[in-house]
């Protein structure tokens, strides 16, 4: 297996992606590390708490960018509220459907809830400002606690359509 230098955002890229593939426990240093074209040894190197930091920048990684391309949409002027929600669920609608696995945060939550605690808090907090993204749009049309339902309940309906969608 060649050995190149990478940088360590480009392996957490890579190794995000065998997660939405195989999930949390059905990935091994190995299979991480093979995604990456690294011994596991080096591996190691950038990742000296294992698999769990591994999981916890992953899941960082991808929250910088829906934070990024999603929910800097509903602070943007230059589009009225009803293109920004457009932009804003299509785009999370390509971000999990255009690649394997469905939701990362969802998933691993779903597999983890009761052996873990240790990913919680980030999941909530990328839920939590999803939402309140969602609820800033809403907050044009509806009363601000309608609207957090509202944003809420959005965020529900597409996890849920996610999943139905993996069957």
């Known amino acids: ?81 009803k293109e920004r929600l457009g932009k804003m669920l299509d785009r999370m609608n390509k971000f999990y459907l255009n690649g394997p696995g469905g939701c990362i945060f969802a998933n691993t939550i779903l597999e983890t809830a009761n052996a873990t605690e240790q990913f919680k808090p980030i999941i909530k907090a990328t839920f939590d400002k999803w939402a309140k993204a969602l609820k800033f749009v809403l907050s044009s049309k509806y009363e601000a606690v309608q609207a957090e339902k509202l944003a809420y309940s959005i965020i529900q309906d597409m996890e849920g359509g996610l999943m139905m969608y993996q069957l």
């Open 1 to 81: 297996m060649p050995i190149y230098k990478t940088s360590k955002e480009e392996i957490i890229q890579k190794v995000s992606i065998v997660f939405r593939k195989k999930g949390y426990y059905h990935t091994s240093i190995k299979d991480l590390a093979e995604a990456c074209e690294l011994k596991k040894s080096h591996f190691y190197y950038y990742f000296e708490g294992g698999k769990p930091q591994i999981m916890e920048e992953v899941l960082q990684y991808i929250d910088g960018l829906m934070e990024k391309y999603v929910c800097e949409l509903a602070y943007n002027e230059k589009y009225t509220e």
